[in-house]
């Protein structure tokens, strides 16, 4: 079968919505917004943003609602040269939204209403889209209905289909048990340090990535945030060191981090190679606000290969 793309994203699609308030108001009390800020996210949408900037073949699976907020999702996607066609349009319903409320201080308060993320059903998916890929990269949903989804997707996925995964701190809870189905599968997963502990139980990442190994993951990379990361094949393993560098948000950045690995993994270099390019986009998604902004194109990276 023919391989139209490297990676096809499937994960959760969000709009992104920043109110800055005076306060945060507890039970019976009012507050007021001082102004708002939208982008659009969700863990994997940024990835496969990140990997079209490297000027990957991409596309998604996922769900918007006939709305606004659908709209601009898929608006976006288009700008950044995702192809669409796999998302699916849901007549009726909301789009995903993340509502983050942000007081003087800077403390914060989120508040996620998946909407249709949460209703993906496999019948409605075209696997068009899901066969016909190098990677198919994973991330979490809210509810149980798309992670089953996901899960009978995995099963039925063709041979030279790898699985990809960042578990997000929602499906690390879910445990090793609760998400063997998918960890069974996968090839290569990026969780971060906090993550791989949810997950295996213990605080040491580099047993925790032993325990990943045995369960039939081919590749291991430990998100370290500022200390960078940890890679493992089981035959060699790897820290590789972040790039110093002025931090404006780290929102986003675990996300780049995947993006830049898994570019190199497309591109055949090295396992600490990977882990490097993943930093560097990491690095650079970081000194910009917001989870896009500063995902480079190639040419910047171009510096490091
Ligand atoms: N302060 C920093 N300086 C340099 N690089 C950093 C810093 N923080 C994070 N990074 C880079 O970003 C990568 C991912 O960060 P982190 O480990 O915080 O992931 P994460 O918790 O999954 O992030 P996210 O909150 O986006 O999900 C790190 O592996 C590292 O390469
Ligand atoms: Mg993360």
Redesign the pocket.
């Known amino acids: 079968m023919k391989q139209i793309f490297d990676v096809v994203g499937f994960g959760a699609l969000n709009v992104d919505k920043l109110y800055k308030v005076n306060k945060i108001a507890g039970p019976e009390e009012e507050g007021f917004v001082i102004s708002c800020e939208e982008a659009c996210g969700g863990s994997a949408a940024n990835t496969i943003v990140g990997l079209a900037r490297l000027g990957c073949k991409v596309s998604f699976i996922g769900k918007v609602a006939n709305d606004r907020e659908g709209k601009m999702l898929l608006d976006d996607f288009r700008r950044e040269g995702v192809n669409i066609k796999g998302i699916i349009k849901a007549e009726n319903g909301r789009s995903g939204v993340v509502m983050g409320f942000v007081d003087p201080k800077g403390e914060r308060a989120l508040y996620v209403d998946p909407g249709v993320n949460d209703t993906i059903s496999f019948e409605e998916i075209n696997l068009e889209y899901a066969f016909k890929t190098k990677f198919l990269h994973l991330t979490s949903f809210v509810g149980e209905k798309s992670f089953e989804t996901q899960k009978k997707l995995v099963e039925s996925l063709p041979e030279h289909v790898k699985v990809s995964l960042d578990p ?1 701190e929602l499906y690390a809870r879910k445990g090793c048990k609760g998400l063997e189905p998918l960890i069974s599968k996968c090839f290569v997963l990026m969780p ?1 340090v906090k993550e791989l502990t949810l997950l295996t139980g213990g605080k040491d990442y580099v047993a925790g990535a032993e325990k990943l190994l045995e369960m039939g993951v081919k590749i291991v990379a430990v ?4 200390r ?2 940890y890679v493992t094949d089981g035959e060699e393993s790897h820290h590789v060191e ?2 110093r ?1 002025e ?1 404006v948000d ?6 780049a ?1 995947c993006a830049g690995f898994l570019y190199g993994l497309l591109n055949n270099k090295s396992l600490k190679k990977c882990g490097e390019i ?2 560097f986009v ?2 650079r998604c ?1 000194m910009k606000m917001g989870a896009r902004a500063g995902l480079p194109r190639l040419e910047e990276l171009k510096l490091l290969l």
């Open positions: 997000g971060n998100k370290l945030g500022s960078g990361c972040a790039f560098v931090v780290t929102t986003g950045a675990g996300d981090f993943g930093n990491a690095s970081i």
